[in-house]
Antibody
Framework: QVQLQESGPGLVKPSETLSLTCVVSGYSLTNGYYWGWIRQPPGKGLEWIGSIYHSGSTHYNPSLKSRVTMSVDTSKNQFSLKLRSVTAADTAVYFC???????????WGQGNLVTVSS | DIVLTQSPGTLSLSPGERATLSCRASETVSSNYLAWYQQKPGQAPRILIHGASSRATGIPDRFSGSGSGTDFTLTISRLEPEDFAVYYCQQYGSSPRITFGQGTRLEIK
């Protein structure tokens, strides 16, 4: 059974960098598929942040591209998100998930609430 | 960007009734790469339909998807109590941008 688990601080100060990691179990990242991040502000809808392949190839949401960096560590079977220069508008639940391209996003983490506040 | 508009915003129905949810795209969705997700409070979204009409693994057959081009529909044939949730459509054919609709809330009447 494929499982994803996000981890990272729940509180980040404005202008600082939000950092999250997603550990994958039950499936090796090197077996294929993209892996990505989606966020959801409280009470609002879903926003795609970006996707990464085990080779390190990335696709980012153009609206966030200037502030986002995603990376992958196949030795730990995990991938990470960094979002720079955060503001209150970046407060959201951040989900990691498997991006099966032709078949949508099939496995998700439980979500990690990140609040941006001083 | 492809903008997805879902309607209605809220749908009030009773268990046993049929639900029809709409998702309209601002331009053609490539290869019918359109998915539907169900989200319950405090949970991650769960994929129901991909490729516009293919049920994901383990999804009951009361859920069905249809449509092509710019107009897509999710139908729940007979509502069960556990089906009351928020539903999102997603297009993933317009690389590199993946977009979601704003959601339809399905509530008990």
């Amino acid at each position: 059974q494929v499982q994803l688990q996000e981890s990272g601080p729940g509180l980040v100060k404005p202008s600082e960098t939000l950092s999250l990691t997603c550990v994958v179990s039950g499936y090796s990242l090197t077996n294929g598929y993209y892996w990505g991040w989606i966020r959801q502000p409280p009470g609002k809808g879903l926003e795609w942040i970006g996707s990464i392949y085990h080779s390190g190839s990335t696709h980012y949401n153009p609206s966030l591209k200037s502030r986002v960096t995603m990376s992958v560590d196949t030795s730990k079977n995990q991938f990470s998100l960094k979002l720079r220069s955060v503001t209150a508008a970046d407060t959201a639940v951040y989900f990691c998930a498997r991006d099966v391209k032709a078949a949508g996003w099939d496995y998700w983490g439980q979500g990690n609430l990140v609040t941006v506040s001083s | 960007d492809i903008v997805l508009t879902q309607s209605p915003g809220t749908l009030s129905l009773s268990p046993g009734e049929r639900a029809t949810l709409s998702c309209r795209a601002s331009e053609t969705v490539s290869s019918n790469y359109l998915a539907w997700y169900q989200q319950k409070p405090g949970q991650a979204p769960r994929i129901l339909i991909h490729g516009a009409s293919s049920r994901a693994t383990g999804i009951p057959d009361r859920f069905s998807g249809s449509g092509s081009g710019t107009d897509f529909t999710l139908t729940i044939s007979r509502l069960e109590p556990e089906d009351f949730a928020v539903y999102y459509c997603q297009q993933y054919g317009s690389s590199p941008r993946i977009t979601f609709g704003q959601g339809t809330r399905l509530e008990i009447k």
